[in-house]
């Protein structure tokens, strides 16, 4: 039977700064953990860190740095830059694992720890399993009672500007069009991108202005990013003919949403569907498959078959979209909340920096707008509830949740889709619903999420 992981979720080690298992004490011995996995294969080896704008982040990122210290693993320090970034220099730079405090998109109180193997890509689960048991050990042992406090007079690694730019180049490199005359509002959400995108943006020349760019460590997200897009469509729909396309960003830039010259927000399946039209034409689509997850609207799935596009269905995860992309040979993968994955270059991980990019350039290549690129996007009703849950106990064993599901289905009986799956990263149970009618689509989400409510709800 498949071991479940009790600290890693979908995207790393994530929980409230200050709190198990994001303590002075736990992070130190997770670092330690690491350090141990790494010097198993390499006597000599050396991580690259980085971090997001969150108050706690330069802390843990110490923290954890004193822990792989401690077991002789050398670190550099990338200060603050995007998730991908980091996964950028841990292959490019050739790194034995790459680091990134962050904790995404959930808000400035929260913080986490994702890891990239030396090659760029995320752990495996198994992998992840492997290093939280040693976590649990080095908790379970005595001296974890007294993890050595930080020495005297230590300071954090100063983030290395050379690093940081090295990601910064490699992106402006592979920007192949000519976009100086796209006019772009662009939200850094006060996080991380807040570091690299007016750099970037700068040496390409995009006409570029930038909103939530200033972090001040507790206003990541907060009412601005990819969390909330309809911020970047209101300043774009409030400024007629001043912009051509906003794109917004979550806390880590791992991700992107956009929105059209007339403030519509486009979202990650309606990218996948440009991005897949503009692979094909140009022959780098391999096998004519995009991956998407159970998530994604059964509208891009019937826009893409019509261009002759099959698509694949991955658990939600960016990581498991990679491993089905992976297995069918798919060079274009991604989640409608923004992460794509393009795999016809370098890139190991979703980048919400390289996705905007490609979406200027396919919109240049294409000499129209980006409205009319994903016209033909008809979409099902979608409604996504959220139950916050006091335990996630597998829905399977929760009689009234499994009859309500049945009975959904068989009402929509191919017309529309119900997932119910819980988060990786935060104590919800989400409850997806397609359906032809809003109506019908409310009324079955509401039947759904009242089960959960009942059963698990805090």
Known sequence: MTQTRQL?????IRGVAGEFPLTRDSVYWIGRAL????????ANARVVIGQDTRLS????ADRFIEGLASVGVASRSAGVITTPGVAFLARSERFDAGVVISASHNPWTDNGIKIFSGDGYKLPDGHELAIEKEIFALLQNAEADAAPESAAGTASLPG???LRQAYVRWLAVGTSADLTRLRVAVDCANGAAAAEAPELFRALKVQATFLHSSPNGENINENCGALHPEVVSRVVAGNPGKFDVGVTFDGDADRALFCDAEGRVVNGDAVLLLAARDMQ????LANATVVATTMSNMGLEIALKRSGVRMLRANVGDKYVLEEMQRSGATLGGEQSGHILFRDGEATTGDGLMTALRVLEIIVRSGGKLAELVRDLKVFPQIICNVRVREKVPFAKIAPVQAAIASAEHE??????????YSGTEALARVMVEAESKEQMDRIAGAIAGKIQAALGT
């Open 412 to 421: 929509l009986d191919g017309n529309g889709r119900v997932v119910v799956r």
């Open 8 to 12: 890693f979720g979908t995207d790393g």
């Open 281 to 284: 034409t140009r022959g780098t």
């Open 57 to 60: 982040s330069r802390w843990i």
């Open 35 to 42: 350090g141990h996995d790494l010097m198993r294969t390499n």
């Open 160 to 162: 290395e500007e050379a």
